[in-house]
């Protein structure tokens, strides 16, 4: 009963178009209230004690350093390396946006800041070159969706504060499954390409390929240092937002010298917005996640998923196909602060590995940002490049495809993430 109510507060107030923060925050009062425990001054510092948290001091860092890199011109200079190496190569400047969205993943954790950077940047090239057009905005969106899986993450830092999971583990182990991603990508691109008739660009000459390397060397140390921190104890993930936002700052201002006093003001404006909705929306998933907790629905989602909890693949599975039919019509974000604290109970009653799940959930979230209804990067990559829906959405289902077929693998073994991810925790 309580578990009903819960879902049909939520999913009522969503579907009549109140924002989802405000949506969890109704629920939350109706499980207070069902539970007799109304109080205006314990949710006012329920609501604080959400946001009260030290990793999520990330956020706000993270977010100036991707704004910097975009404007001050690290993203520029990531994809004109990439091109320099592989762009001459057929059907080159789709393995030049694959190679750069994986460069950039590693930079701004953000998919709709990565897809944007690729499509204003790839698109008018490969649309001059002929490439078509549906499939060439799929791979760009495609692309785009590797950033919150590779660290640094900012799904991945709310899937840890949500379901109390080491970011530091999540961040070393979403590196191979970003990394395989990318390989996916890659072997589409190739059978999609083999019958095309494309143009070329001209191989560059060495001296151009180091100059190339010369000027993206800057930006590609970036998420060597966040990474190698990490892994080697140097600082923790909230340290290295901060260690990324400063050395973006001074590599965009001392280095390539295109950062200004206005562009600045207008990134800090643009990461103070952001992350204040962020903040928000975090401070009533955890109101409502304590009100979880109280009610015991993770007590009561687990009676119901009984039988699955002693096979735990099946399990996975199972959560896998509801995480996927939810991100569909569910931003990122606010699908996981509802979903992870309601998960995590019956996936530890399950014995499988927290930061395995956090990474399948994020995987299978960002899929669901290009896949329609909603596709939120979908929309994105389609408004920067004026490319139809329909288009885009004809386009990416290859990738969208290979994808899936990667999570089932994923699923079906998985040793496929944990076994790199132990050697890379240590």
């Not at 009963?1 to 107030?13: E, N």
């Not at 006093?261 to 207008?266: A, G, N, V």
């Not at 928000?280 to 039988?307: D, E, K, N, S």
């Amino acid at each position: 009963m309580t578990l009903a109510l819960f879902l049909a507060v939520l999913l009522g107030a969503i579907l009549l178009g109140l924002p989802v923060a405000f949506a969890l925050l109704l629920a939350a009062i109706a499980l207070m209230l069902q539970l007799d425990l109304f109080s205006a001054d314990i949710l006012a510092q329920a609501l604080i004690n959400g946001v009260d948290s030290f990793p999520l001091l990330a956020i706000p860092f993270f977010l100036v350093a991707g704004e910097v890199m975009s404007t001050g011109g690290l993203s520029k200079r990531i994809v004109r390396m990439a091109v320099s190496m592989i762009g001459h190569k057929k059907g080159g400047l789709g393995y030049v946006a694959i190679l750069t969205a994986i460069l950039l993943a590693g930079l701004s954790g953000s998919a709709v800041a990565d897809a944007a950077a690729l499509v204003a940047i790839l698109y008018p090239m490969m649309r001059n070159a002929n490439y078509p057009e549906g499939r060439s905005v799929g791979l760009l969106a495609s692309g785009g969706i590797i950033a919150p899986v590779i660290p640094p993450s900012l799904p991945l830092i709310l899937v840890g504060v949500a379901g109390n999971i080491s970011i530091k583990n999540l961040f070393l182990g979403g590196i191979a499954p970003g990394l395989m991603m990318g390989a996916a990508l890659i072997l589409v691109w190739y059978l999609l390409m083999r019958g095309e008739k494309l143009e070329t660009l001209q191989r560059a000459s060495a001296r151009e390929r180091l100059a190339a390397f010369r000027e993206g060397f800057w930006a590609l140390l970036l998420p060597i240092i966040i990474i190698g921190g990490i892994r080697f104890g140097v600082f923790t993930p909230t340290e290295a937002a901060v260690v990324a936002a400063v050395y973006a700052i001074f590599v965009s201002t001392v280095i390539y010298r295109e950062m200004t006093f206005t562009r600045f003001f207008r990134i800090l404006v643009n990461a103070g917005r952001s992350t204040a909705m962020v903040m928000f929306l975090v401070g009533c998933a955890m109101v409502a996640a304590w009100l979880i907790t109280v009610a015991q629905l993770p007590q009561q989602l687990a009676a119901m998923l009984g039988p699955l909890v002693e096979n735990p693949r099946l399990l996975m599975a199972v959560i896998m196909v509801l995480v996927l039919l939810v991100g569909m019509v569910m931003d990122l974000s606010p699908t996981i602060l509802i979903l992870v604290p309601l998960l995590m109970p019956v996936i530890k009653q399950a014995h499988i590995d927290p930061v395995y799940f956090g990474l399948m959930f994020v995987i299978n979230c960002s899929i669901g940002l290009i896949t329609p209804p909603v596709g939120t990067v979908l929309n994105v990559v389609c408004g920067v490049g004026r490319v139809p829906m329909s288009s885009a959405v004809k386009g990416s289902w290859p990738f969208i495809c290979a994808y899936l077929m990667l999570l089932a693998l994923f699923v079906a073994f998985p040793g496929i993430v944990t076994v790199p991810m132990r050697w890379l925790i240590g």
